[in-house]
């Protein structure tokens, strides 16, 4: 062991005495040329002096000489002359460049030894730093972890209470609105009351018979009213509280900006009467359109025919004007279908928009529904002229027929019989259409208006040809809408 110590300590000794001598020897050479090159300079300064001097003498022979020509000869010498001191300049340069080149070798030698010591000691701190961070690393991704796992707790905690502070509070107001509601029909039961009660004192000092007869009408009609008024409140309040349960908002009025923005979108020009076809899905609103355009239905929605299929084929509201120039003044919306996942019956109004149309068509399909209860309270709310239309009648009579037929084996009746069978079924038809309507308006408290009991067939001859016979009420719904047209676009019957 002590024999290679020596040996080792030996073979660095030599080492250093030969980086010694080669750094002596690489000094002695560099001085060697900073002394050729102050030789080389000197030289080249006298070279310089005597060309100098040469030139002059020259120049002095030359000046007999055409002027042009002493010039061309001075411009010659003078780039010859750069040529010189260029190409000395460069030569000088390189000979530097040389020496320098290899003083630097010498130097990184010498780096060389000393950076691969360092470099050892370097990867082994490195190595050791790495592992250090790797622990680091990993204590700092467990305790990350926990605190993320912390936080999401904490946020699900505080969305939980917020969501039940903002339930609780809805409910507060809710109730707090629901008992003014209630305090609001006190006050107009006892103001009714009142009214009552004046009008019987006002009747007993009338002494005319007449007169009494008179407020007797009178006192009839503000009961009646007075009545028809609270059962409609009454309703309304029992409406609100039903879809407060079911989590559905209470109806809202639309806003002026609301009200530009949404004539805009729907194409509202002044002066037209805009008639909207609306009713639950599938009750036959787009083969109404074209009934009362005079048009027959197809499946191609070409030529402004509205589209008609056995499911609910109209997904957006769409306008068709009135094919007939004498009609200019109609234009025609086909209106969603009410009551669907994508239109429900509480936001449908509102959403479609139907408050700005000037009259409004509420189809009945099968039966009348809730749905159409409501669209005929918001045409209320909204002073719009509503009319209803038990569509379909034709096959609804046709089963009537069927279902009475159904216990009958005689298959040879006659054609009289088969006729007393259809207007027995058609006047049944029109007699409960017409009782159950106004049953349900009086139920509601709506106040009572007709039914228009139509077959599409019927109605477009109406239309296209200008029958004047009713089948049942397709002439009437004609020329009622006629009226309302009258009123709200008078420019186009002057």
């Known amino acids: 062991m002590g024999n290679n110590n020596s040996h080792y300590e030996h073979e660095l000794h030599e080492e250093r005495e030969r980086s010694r001598r080669q750094h002596e020897g690489a000094e002695a050479h560099r001085r060697w040329l900073e002394s050729e090159r102050d030789r080389i300079a000197a030289e080249s300064q006298r070279e310089l002096e005597a060309e100098r001097h040469a030139q002059a003498e020259r120049e002095k022979a030359l000046t007999l000489q055409h002027q042009e020509d002493m010039k061309r000869a001075q411009e010659e010498r003078d780039r010859m002359q750069q040529e010189k001191e ?23 030698h010498e780096e060389d030894m000393k950076r691969a010591q360092e470099e050892r000691d370097r990867m082994q701190q490195e190595k050791e730093r790495a592992m250090a961070e790797k622990h680091a690393n990993e204590l700092r991704l467990r305790e990350e972890q926990a605190r993320k796992q912390r936080e999401h707790q904490q946020e699900l905690q505080r969305v939980q209470d917020e969501k039940e502070r903002l339930q609780a509070e809805n409910h507060k107001r809710e109730m707090r609105r629901i008992q003014a509601e209630k305090e609001e ?31 007797e009408e ?7 009213e007075a009545r028809e008024r609270v059962e409609k409140e009454i309703y309304l309040r029992e409406e609100a509280e039903r879809n407060l349960q079911e989590g559905i908002p209470p109806v809202k009025y639309p806003t002026g900006e609301e009200f530009q923005v949404m004539r805009k979108k729907l194409g509202y020009q002044e002066g037209y009467l805009h008639v909207a076809i609306t009713g639950c899905s599938g009750c036959g609103k787009s083969s109404l359109i074209n009934a ?28 068709y004007d009135d094919p007939d120039p004498s009609r200019q003044w109609l234009a025609w919306y086909d209106v969603p279908g009410a009551g669907t996942v994508n239109f429900r019956n509480w936001q449908y109004f509102n959403d479609q928009g139907l408050y700005i149309f000037n009259a409004i068509i509420v189809i009945a399909g099968d039966r009348f529904t809730q749905t159409d209860v409501e669209l005929l309270f918001h045409c209320l709310r909204f002073d719009i002229p509503a009319f209803v239309v038990r569509s379909k009648s034709d096959q609804h009579i046709g089963n009537l027929m069927e279902d009475d037929d ?25 007699a409960d259409t017409r009782n159950n309507f106004r049953a349900l308006l009086h139920q509601v408290g709506l106040p009572q208006q007709k039914v ?30 006629t009226e309302v047209a009258k009123d709200k676009c008078p420019g186009f019957f002057q």
């Open 452 to 481: 228009y009991i139509v077959c599409k067939n019927a109605l477009r001859s109406v239309v296209k040809y200008s029958k004047t016979a009713d089948i049942i009420d397709e002439v009437g719904l004609i020329r009622d809408l």
């Open 292 to 319: 009362l355009r005079g048009l027959k239905n197809s499946n191609s929605p070409k030529g402004g025919i509205a589209k008609t299929g056995t499911s609910e084929t109209t997904t957006e509201i769409k306008r």
């Open 406 to 430: 159904g216990d009958s084996d005689d298959e040879d009746d006659s054609e009289e019989k088969e006729r007393d069978r259809l207007l027995e079924a058609f006047e049944r038809y029109i």
């Open 86 to 108: 260029r190409a000395m300049a460069e030569k000088h340069a390189t000979e530097l460049r040389l020496l320098e080149e290899q003083a630097r070798k010498q130097r990184e």
């Open 185 to 215: 029909e006190l006050q107009r039961l006892e103001e009714a009351h009142r009214m009552q009660e004046e009008l019987r004192a006002l009747q007993e000092q009338i002494r005319s018979e007449e007169e009494r007869k008179k407020m």
């Open 218 to 224: 009178l006192a009839r009609k503000t009961e009646e």
